[in-house]
């Protein structure tokens, strides 16, 4: 069973994903928050598993409680969720090692796939997000190096790691390495996110 906190400012909201959660075979709601302070006060008397857990909230914003939490060494996953979709709120939060990234336009659709997805030891973000990334990126706000653009294209060019190794003259393992860094950075989850990443981002041959 996996336990969850749920912390957003807007009532309604927080209640109808409670129930909608509480629902959800597997998934448990340990506690709800409304504002930062009572999201950490909740996150640290329940100790959940993973911690839903907006980004605009009164009192501590999500990345605050994110970052006290990591200063505590709190063991759980976090899933941030955000109406914004924008390149900037979404590296932040990578940046800050969310393993979830969900907008809330398609929260009752998505969440509890996310929350079965990072409880599981995975990542999730909505599409919509992982879009405006490569957008950024197209645009030259370019999050990859210029090698994790070499393999973003090799891969959408539909390569085995085994073969953009030796066409880059690197590193079965390197490869593997690349990929996962560029999962991070753009919150692409599988391969077809990655072609799709660089078909927006104009990396694709």
């Known amino acids: 069973m996996t336990r969850v906190v749920i912390a957003d400012?807007?009532?309604?909201?927080?209640?109808?994903?409670?129930?909608?959660?509480s629902g959800t075979p597997g998934i448990a709601v340990a506690g709800t928050a409304g504002d930062g302070e009572e999201a950490l006060a909740v996150t640290r008397a329940t100790r959940p598993d993973v911690l839903i857990l907006d980004v605009t909230m009164p009192r501590l914003d999500g990345f605050e409680v994110l970052a006290r939490l990591r200063?505590?060494?709190?063991?759980l996953r976090v899933?941030?969720?955000?109406?914004?979709?924008?390149a900037v709120h979404l590296r932040r939060a990578l940046d800050l090692g969310v393993a979830g990234y969900v907008l809330?336009?398609?929260?009752?659709?998505?969440?509890?796939?996310?929350?079965?997805?990072?409880?599981?030891?995975?990542?999730?973000?909505s599409e919509a997000a992982c879009a405006s990334l490569a957008a950024?990126?197209?645009g030259g706000e370019?999050?990859?190096?210029?090698?994790?653009?070499?393999?973003?294209?090799?891969?959408?060019?539909?390569?085995?790691?085994?073969?953009?190794?030796?066409?880059?003259?690197i590193s079965v393992k390197t490869v593997e390495t690349h990929?996962?860094?560029?999962?991070?950075?753009?919150?692409?989850?599988?391969?077809?996110?990655?072609?799709?990443?660089?078909?927006?981002a104009g990396l694709s041959g």
């Open 104 to 125: 809330k336009d398609d929260a009752f659709e998505q969440l509890a796939a996310a929350v079965a997805q990072v409880a599981a030891g995975g990542r999730y973000v």
């Open 71 to 75: 200063g505590e060494g709190f063991p």
């Open 179 to 200: 990929r996962k860094h560029i999962m991070e950075k753009t919150g692409c989850r599988k391969v077809t996110d990655i072609v799709l990443y660089a078909v927006r």
């Open 142 to 169: 370019e999050p990859l190096t210029r090698r994790e653009r070499e393999v973003v294209t090799h891969i959408a060019s539909g390569r085995s790691s085994r073969e953009i190794a030796d066409s880059l003259g």
């Open 9 to 21: 400012d807007h009532r309604i909201f927080r209640e109808g994903l409670a129930e909608l959660l």
């Open 79 to 86: 899933l941030m969720l955000s109406m914004h979709k924008d």
């Open 136 to 138: 950024a990126a197209a």
